[in-house]
Antibody, heavy 115, light 107 residues
Framework: EVQLQQYGAELGKPGTSVKLSCKVS????????MHWVNQRPGKGLEWIGR????????IYAEKFKSKATLTADTSSNTAYMQLSQLKSDDTAIYFC????????WGQGTLVTVSS | DIQMTQSPSFLSASVGDRVTINCKAS??????LDWYQQKLGEAPKLLIY???SLHTGIPSRFSGSGSGTDFTLTISSLQPEDVATYFC?????????FGGGTKLELK
């Protein structure tokens, strides 16, 4: 069974960074894309970007190019996303998802930006 | 980036109704359009990929159609468990873009 495990919540202060993790079991991430998606409170879904863990190639949505950095560790089968220069507007649930069509999803990490 | 316009934003229907949700792309995306269902407090779930392919385990009352720039998700006979928000997602251009979502409620 494929599972994507994310931590429940992270708290970050304005101006700092936070690094989220997504550990995959049941599938080798070298064989797929890993995506990150956010959802601000009461809002829709936004695609942030994706990484090809086999070669580290990344693609970002234009608005997240200076906000998010995607990496992956194939030895631990884990994808990561670092969010930098946190602002209150970055408060959201951040999901990881897998595949070209996003067939498998983590349960999401709630990032709260507050001083 | 390609823009996706989804309509309607809100939909109220009765059990047994046929329901359609639309997505329009700002440019040709060929067949690379997926549909997702998100229930309150849950992660989204893939329903349909590449316009009309039903994902594993999804009931056959869900179907997709379209090509180019105009796409439709159809629920042939609405069930109470279909209350959710539905999103389209394009992945033709090397980037992925979601539609704004359609909140479906029971009348």
């Amino acid at each position: 069974e494929v599972q994507l495990q994310q931590y429940g919540a992270e708290l970050g202060k304005p101006g700092t960074s936070v690094k989220l993790s997504c550990k995959v079991s049941g599938y080798n991430i070298r064989s797929t894309y890993m995506h990150w998606v956010n959802q601000r409170p009461g809002k829709g879904l936004e695609w942030i970007g994706r990484i090809d863990p086999a070669n580290g190639n990344t693609i970002y949505a234009e608005k997240f190019k200076s906000k998010a950095t995607l990496t992956a560790d194939t030895s631990s089968n884990t994808a990561y996303m670092q969010l930098s220069q946190l602002k209150s507007d970055d408060t959201a649930i951040y999901f990881c998802a897998m595949g070209r069509a996003l067939a498998y999803w983590g349960q999401g990490t709630l990032v709260t930006v507050s001083s | 980036d390609i823009q996706m316009t989804q309509s309607p934003s809100f939909l109220s229907a009765s059990v047994g109704d046929r329901v359609t949700i639309n997505c329009k792309a700002s440019q040709n995306i060929n067949k690379y359009l997926d549909w997702y269902q998100q229930k309150l407090g849950e992660a989204p779930k893939l329903l349909i990929y590449n316009t009309n392919s039903l994902h594993t385990g999804i009931p056959s009352r869900f179907s997709g159609s379209g090509s180019g720039t105009d796409f439709t998700l159809t629920i042939s006979s609405l069930q109470p468990e279909d209350v959710a928000t539905y999103f389209c997602l394009q992945h033709n251009s090397g980037t992925w873009t979601f539609g704004g979502g359609t909140k479906l409620e029971l009348k």
